[in-house]
């Protein structure tokens, strides 16, 4: 893999990359994103950079439009422009300002599975090139698509923290704060509306995109986020009887929010409905995008994350159930964890030596391991003794002490345990959905894994632990962000809003906690061993 070299406000990185997007796109992944103010179609002529070594290819036209000759001798381009195939070190000429957003790491699947055409929905009338937004509102994340509706084109996409974190990590914490709090609950919806408005402001400013042209909203999300999102019904998520049963989550008006985040005034904005107390639209959205039953059967389709869901297509019956995962996906919680971004260790490898090797997503310095990273390390660690299936360090140590990319980072046992629980609880849930639908782990024909967890994970190393079932690797789908994907699906095609519909009326809920049993397959799956096969 090539390596781009960046030196920016005094400092140098060395990043690798995957050759295809232009230098502005690659380091918009990253902390060093270039200014810019025109979609990096060359316009701006803001994106400066100064090519120290390596090959950049010809200047363009619109590198001649706005640069004098003097300077592109001097080596100064424009990253949008430039496209590298190989090695290059480059300086940073015009740094963009400090944002909470960024290009999702796996933008390029989103944009790779919108490449359709134009959508067959309505297009309003009175907006000039009208454009429609997607959500995918995540307990730890937000992410955004924007598209051209009339021509179903791909325009931008951000991703961001999702601020109720400041509430807790997981969905339980933020909806007895609500519940308990009218103040929190208030906060909690308002932070998030603000949270997109910010999205789209970064998006405006740096894609040349006048937000007038955004004359629909399309949002999923999972119950509780919906819940805190609208500030209805987050008191009837804590029951228990509510879990599988439909619970209003949508709001009465959605006018002030379109006031705040400036786009057309007459903007309709779609939240799509959960599909029960503890399955949200999130995972009907991911079923859409993955045309899960559309596929080979028996299938089994997981969406990794806070609250995990999981659904399990038998060729007749499909089976949908949430697993309690917890932070521990998401690194949240995780005394040396992180989300999977920029600076996050997302991949551990063994070397010949014994000793490991650290891969970092875009960039060469380490902030933390994200959840891929986690279940690499815990598998390695096993695999040379240094830690046991019942997940204790060996020789009465408390923890593993390593150093990558310029940093201390220490995997405690703690750690090590909310993974175990995370894992136990996934764990459950396959067996209790392949149970109801008789058939056995051994038999499913494709494992569909979605998230941004999904996104990096390494087989291999899931299935050693017991976190995916024991399939030969080819049956597995690493697919990425799957709720905004069926989300953009939705909203651009009413064929996919019709087979969203078409699951919603066959998904058949199970709550695990109920099931008989669940206590000692819960401790049966701590064990970080392969998963049962029967």
């Not at 994106?47 to 036209?61: D, F, L, S």
């Not at 000759?69 to 100064?76: D, E, F, I, T, Y």
């Not at 309709?268 to 959960?274: G, H, Q, W």
Request: hydrophobic letters at 45%; proline letters at 5%; glycine letters at 12%.
């Amino acid at each position: 893999m090539p390596v781009l070299v960046v030196r920016v406000n005094g400092a140098t990185h060395s990043i690798p990359y995957e050759p295809g997007p232009s230098l502005r796109d690659i380091l918009d992944v990253t902390e060093y994103r270039v200014r810019s103010a025109c979609h990096g179609i060359g316009a701006c002529g803001l994106c400066r950079v100064c090519v120290i070594a390596g090959e950049a290819g010809e200047a363009t036209q619109n590198e001649r439009l706005h640069l004098l000759p003097a300077l592109l001798s001097q080596g100064v381009r424009l990253a949008c422009q430039i496209r590298p195939k190989q090695d290059l070190h480059v300086e940073i000429l015009n740094p963009a300002p400090p944002s909470n957003w960024k290009s999702p790491p796996d933008a390029t699947l989103l944009q790779g599975a919108h490449k359709r055409g134009a959508g067959d929905r309505w297009l309003p009338s009175g907006v000039r090139h009208p454009g429609g937004l997607a959500v995918d509102l995540g307990t730890t994340n937000l992410c955004l698509s924007l598209f051209d509706l009339a021509r179903g084109k791909w325009l931008a996409d951000r991703w961001g923290r999702n601020p109720q974190h400041r509430y807790g990590a997981d969905v339980v914490t933020r909806l007895a704060a609500a519940s308990g709090s009218p103040d929190a609950a208030q906060e909690m919806s308002r932070l998030v509306i603000a949270a997109i408005g910010e999205a789209l402001l970064d998006i405006a400013t740096r894609e040349g995109f006048d937000l007038r042209r955004v004359a629909c909203v399309t949002l999923v999300g999972n119950s509780a986020m919906l819940a805190l999102l609208s500030g209805r019904n987050a008191e009837l998520l804590l029951r228990p009887e509510n879990w599988t049963r439909p619970v209003d989550c949508l709001p009465r008006d959605t006018s002030g929010w379109v006031a705040e985040w400036g786009i057309d005034s007459a903007a309709e904005v779609d939240v799509l409905a959960p599909l029960a107390g503890f399955v949200g639209s999130d995972l009907l959205a991911g079923l859409v995008a993955t045309r899960f039953i559309e596929g080979a059967s028996p299938a089994l389709f997981i969406d990794f994350g806070t609250n995990s869901e999981i659904a399990l297509w038998s060729g007749k019956e499909l089976w949908v159930t949430a697993a309690a995962g917890g932070p521990a996906f998401e690194s949240s919680g995780i005394g040396c964890g992180m989300p999977a971004e920029a600076g996050a260790v997302f991949r551990v490898e063994a070397q010949a030596d014994g000793g490991l090797n650290y891969l970092i997503i875009g960039d060469d310095r380490a902030r933390g391991v994200c959840g891929s990273g986690l279940v690499d390390l815990i598998a390695r660690l096993i695999e040379v003794g240094r830690l046991t299936p019942v997940g204790r360090f060996v020789n009465g140590a408390t923890g593993f002490a390593f150093s990558t990319g310029g940093t201390d980072l220490t995997l405690s046992k703690n750690d090590v345990d909310l993974m175990q629980r995370a894992k136990a609880a996934i764990g459950v849930g396959i067996r209790v959905l392949c149970s109801r639908a008789g058939v056995s782990v051994k038999e499913l024909r494709r494992v569909c894994v979605a998230g941004a967890f999904g996104r990096y994970l390494d087989i291999a190393s899931a299935q050693s632990i017991g976190l995916l079932p024991m399939v030969p690797p080819e049956k597995v789908e690493l697919a990425g962000n799957t709720a905004l994907a069926g989300c953009c699906d939705v909203m651009l095609s009413s064929l996919a809003a019709g087979r969203l519909d078409h699951l919603r009326s066959i998904a058949r809920l199970l709550n695990l906690a109920q099931q008989p049993g669940f206590e000692e397959l819960f401790m049966e799956n701590l064990y970080l061993q392969p998963l049962r096969e029967d």
